[in-house]
């Protein structure tokens, strides 16, 4: 493919509630965080893509209230409704088509000013499943156990990716959640739907995130070193639950198998350094690991037992800290994404991996990670 | 450099107040069989598809996978993407965007709605600032008959003059049988429609519909495989460049006015009334469809109705405008656009039947929403250089 690279990153502090900030308010200053990443001004910016959904903001066209925020004027502009990541796809398109040399995409999230339980019960099937009161939260724990009973995963296994996730946090100064905790402290947490419990699943979050993408005349204007965009992927499953097997995720696999064909990635577990993928939930990354292709289906009980997802381990998972440690939902799939950015960069602070070259990034649409997007990020163009 | 697009397939659905007979999926799946069948296409030949509407309209989040049993969607990559009332031209050029990257050659871009499951007007408030514009700007009418009586008051256009354009474009309607309302109005019988807010009455005003529309984009190394008449997409661009009602300036429609001296500027557009042979605008009032084509460039500032009245933009005259019978005559809001850009496709490829521009070769298809923003593709049968 031909040359796309992230030029500038800008997040927000990942928090419960901001009270004080509206939307465009965060949105506004990821905008200026990202550009003064790149050293870029908003007059070089050729066109703007947005991130947005008007359930969660509880706004119709939620994308009108941000417009002036992300300095869209004057500009191209669209809005992907979807986890941020997409909308990074679609503006490395827009650079891809020869129409751009730079998009701005931002994406933000007030999940404090939500009710999540009503917001994602919305997105089952009016007809013949929403009365069932199916939510993120009810929906997760049906795949939890369909994926455990079937690949003999344990509570504990799933536990121990909280506590490896959250400990990554306390090195991520914008993270929501570091936390200090033990596999018994996740174990003892509340049960919200079995075998989901409290500290297995992500929090409540506001925040927002802003990358800038170039091409390859423009990033060299950038005082960033460019980390180049090397494979996508995105794909989704059926619909229906009942439709599909919740244990395994064919369309994460189909996703993944194209960004690694673009990326020339052959070995996922050899050629990737460092892995953000979209924990929402605790198994998630577990499941979403075997997906990947980073170990068989039903490996990756095996993989958190042995520590290869530890900072210090053959595939660091979540170095950031994950969804679990802040999820603000739209804006996560950027999230992993910047710090896989960040560490390619080689400028993730005090969580830095060692010679980090190939990072992935992953980010979901709909029920029970249906629709996934897969994204390579790289030192070499 | 990206690829060249074209437009090989279009498929609609017929659009009603309410189609009770159909659910959501199935209306999506009437319009992607369509735009198949026309395309000669099957299922398993898409790469990706792009799917946009208005979420609080049906009440369903997360469309993009909702929809895949009526998109085709499994085991397919799929994109949500939406603007408000620019969603089907901003799906359009997601479509476009998605070809033009190079990573895919056959993209199918739906818009739909299904306004008959909601409250239209109780979910479009809810798209202004709660606090400074809610209270003023609530609903698509107000700032329509805002910027109405904007124009009336700097042109001296009357009344009168905008029913001509709400009688045309229901007659242009006449000839197309997926439209919502086709109906044989004069100007009186609009004068006497009950008033909804000054001075926008009943028939100056879009319905709300029922309705969905697709369309196959294909790169340049598949498009003419298959079909010999491709409609190139000449270019498109769009402006958002408002977030309040309170920001625009009520002489013109700006986005509108910058979006189109933009693209006319690169494909050398000089004299829009001569070249381009056919418009479909996305006027959703009559008094948006004298105004607008003075933002256009079709008319000076004041002139349109004197345009209008010529008959040049009726069918025979020389730019005939809405040959659909535009958004006056069928709303569907998430498809709209997407219906302005399928129509000027059927007028490149000639096979708009009924209501067929003979000839046509350049045609602008626009889309209006959001907070006064403008979208605009256009689309011809000359492949681009």
Known sequence: MDRVAIVGVGQTKYERRKKAETFADMVYEVTVKALEDAGLTIKDIGNVVTVSNDFWDGRTISSMAIQDACGSRHKDISTVEGDGLFGVFYGAMRILSGSFATTLVVAHMKGSESRMNLITNAMFDPIYSRMLGLDAITSAAMQARSYMDRFGITEEQCAKVSVKNHGNAKRNPLAQLPMDITVEDVMASRMLSDPVKLLDASPITDGAAAVILANGQAAAKAKTTPVWLKGVGHCSDAYHLGDRDLSRSPALAAAAKKAYAMAGIAKPLEQIDVAEVYDAFSYQELMWLEGLGFCEEGGAGRLIDEGVTQMNGKLPVNPSGGCLSAHAVMVAGLARLIEATLQVRGAAGKRQLSGCRTALAHGINGPCGQSHCVMIVGQQA | ?385
């Open chain 2, 1 to 385: 450099m990206g690829k060249r697009v074209a437009i090989v397939g279009t498929g609609q659905t017929h659009c009603r107040s309410a189609r009770k007979d159909v659910n959501g999926q199935e209306l999506i799946n009437e319009a992607v069989v369509r735009a198949l069948e026309d395309a000669e296409l099957r299922r398993d030949d898409i790469d990706a598809i792009v799917i946009g509407n208005m979420d609080h309209f049906e009440g369903i989040n997360y469309v993009d996978t909702w929809s895949v049993d009526g998109s085709g969607g499994f085991m397919k990559p799929i994109m949500k993407v939406t603007t408000g009332g620019t969603t089907g031209t901003t799906v359009a050029m997601a479509g476009y965007y998605h070809v033009a990257s190079g990573l895919f050659d056959k993209v199918l871009a739906i818009g739909w709605e299904k306004n008959s499951e909601s409250d239209t007007t109780g979910a479009i408030i809810t798209a202004f600032d709660p606090v400074l514009d809610r209270p003023t700007f609530g609903g698509a009418v107000g700032g329509l008959a805002a910027a109405a009586l904007r124009y009336m008051a700097m042109t001296g256009a009357t009344e009168r003059d905008a029913a001509m354009v709400a009688v045309r474009d229901r007659k242009h309607a006449l000839n197309n049988p997926y439209a919502h309302l086709q109906l044989d109005l004069t100007i009186d019988d609009v004068m006497k429609t009950p008033m909804i807010s000054y001075p926008i009455k009943y028939l100056d005003m879009c319905p709300r519909t029922d309705g969905a529309c697709a369309v196959v984009f294909a790169s340049e190394d598949v498009a003419t495989k298959i079909t010999q008449t491709p409609a190139w997409v000449q270019g498109t661009i769009n402006r958002h460049n408002y977030a309040l009602a309170c920001d625009p300036s009520w002489d013109s429609l700006e986005t509108l006015e910058e979006g189109s001296r933009i693209l006319y500027e690169r494909l050398g557009i000089k004299e829009p009334l001569k070249e381009f042979d056919v418009m479909e605008l996305y006027t959703p009032s009559s008094f948006a469809g004298l105004q607008w084509i003075e933002e256009l460039g079709l008319a000076k500032r004041g002139e349109a109705p004197k345009l209008v009245a010529s008959g040049a933009t009726n069918m025979g005259g020389e730019l005939p405008i809405n040959p659909s019978g535009g958004v006056l005559s069928s709303n569907p809001i998430g498809a709209t656009g997407l219906q302005r850009v399928a129509e000027c496709a059927l007028q490149i490829m000639g096979k708009a039947d009924k209501r067929q521009v003979p000839g046509a070769k350049l045609a602008l298809a626009t889309g209006f929403g959001g907070c006064f923003w403008s979208d605009i593709m256009a689309i011809g049968a000359r492949k681009p250089a």
